[in-house]
């Protein structure tokens, strides 16, 4: 089934309201600040992983080849993280404590450029002399995000070779998806809990972690009609079971089964309730068409900008609300100058083309 772009009117304001929250998180964390958030960095996270789920399936299946679907992926991932990453790494040479001929050839500038160009920014998150006495050292923390991506939007073609293989199994594969995927979880939390070793404890959010809310999205776009028939009778038993999974793991003695269920649970409703929402009657379609969406560059833009704003002192010289509203004001203005300016240049770069 190929969808139609009308359908999903409100998937740009869910996608701006996830970006804002993994901001507000983020700032709060290197500001020391407690902006709250009716979503957590977390659950925003694997929503979006959920939407990519929902978006790239139909990718897929509308592909001519899997040369072409990796192509468009690219072409919508690439450009304003490759423009982040060497952006940060050439430009912050003007805040860094090593002098500019020192800092070019820093084999860590080196490594930098290479380990994050390549998404393997956990071999290299740091950029010498740069941010060294932040609470966070790292450049930009949500780059980590983009290699699980990257694994995911790979492993789609897999997952269709696996269904067309064995005919019919198709909810069959995701039931074993989402058994691994918690399984797994589960394994890396009981190992950080008896170990206190932090590696398990990152681990747990890898891809392995994430198929769950993925493949949930493949789920809802695999069923879209009857979900689209339906969003009433999927959107309150999806309430309902946040709201009992968080009464469960607030009250009630915690055990591996429960945590489980939990790890299943909470991503399935969350990335279902999102995806009804997309799919229902638009509201603010006209404002959101207007703006655009840049809610992709927010969240890669905006852990370099608050950096810069920490290191800029204005959180100590201005009231926090003031800080705290100029740094969301910043993300998004400069997120949406790099979309619209972008998005020019390939327009005219296609009218020249043709």
């Known amino acids: 089934m190929k969808p139609r772009a009308n359908r999903y009117q409100n998937m740009d304001w869910v996608r ?8 507000v998180a983020h700032y709060d964390i290197l500001t020391n600040q407690d902006f709250p ?20 399936y139909a990718s897929y299946e509308r592909a001519a080849s899997l040369r072409h679907y990796i192509a468009s992926r690219a072409r919508r991932i690439l450009p304003p993280y490759l423009f982040i990453v060497i952006g940060c790494a050439i430009g912050f040479a003007a805040i860094s404590t090593l002098p500019p001929l020192q800092y070019y050839t820093d084999f860590a500038f080196w490594k930098y450029l290479v380990a994050n160009m ?11 002399g740069v941010f060294e006495h932040s609470v966070v050292t790292a450049v930009n923390g ?10 995911l939007y790979l492993s789609i073609p897999f997952f269709c070779y696996v269904v067309h293989r064995f005919r019919g199994a198709f909810d069959y594969v995701i039931a ?16 950080y809990e008896s170990t206190g070793n932090e590696l398990y404890r990152l681990l747990s959010y890898q ?3 994430q198929m769950v809310f993925f493949y ?3 789920l809802a776009f695999r069923h879209l009609e009857w979900l689209s028939a339906h969003k009433v009778q999927v959107f309150v038993p999806c309430a309902a079971a946040l709201a009992l999974a968080q009464y469960v793991e607030s009250n009630l003695p915690a055990s591996h089964w429960q945590s489980m269920l939990l790890n299943l649970v909470q991503p399935f409703a969350v990335v279902c309730i999102a995806i009804v929402i997309s799919i229902s009657k638009p509201v603010m379609a006209s404002a959101i068409r207007s703006i655009g969406n840049c809610s992709y560059e927010m969240y890669l833009f905006h852990f370099p900008i608050i950096q810069l704003i920490v290191l800029s002192g204005l959180p100590d010289k201005l009231p926090p609300a003031i800080t705290f509203a100029l740094s969301m004001i910043s993300v998004f203005v400069i997120a949406l100058l790099y979309n619209k300016s972008h ?3 390939k327009n005219r770069f296609h009218a020249f083309g043709k």
């Not at 996830?18 to 901001?23: E, G, N």
């Not at 390549?118 to 010498?128: C, K, R, V």
């Not at 074993?176 to 190992?191: A, C, D």
């Open 118 to 128: 390549a998404f393997l920014n956990f071999l290299q998150p740091e950029l010498p």
């Open 16 to 23: 701006y309201v996830l970006a804002t929250a993994v901001v």
């Open 343 to 345: 998005s020019f240049v």
């Open 216 to 218: 949930t999205g493949v």
């Open 142 to 151: 949500s780059l980590w995000t983009l290699k699980i991506e990257w694994v």
């Open 176 to 191: 074993g998806i989402f058994l691994f995927s918690v399984s797994y979880r589960e394994i890396m939390q009981m190992q």
């Open 207 to 209: 891809f392995a972690g």
């Open 37 to 56: 958030f009716p979503i957590s960095s977390g659950s925003a996270v694997g929503i979006f992983f959920g939407l990519s789920g929902f978006l790239v």
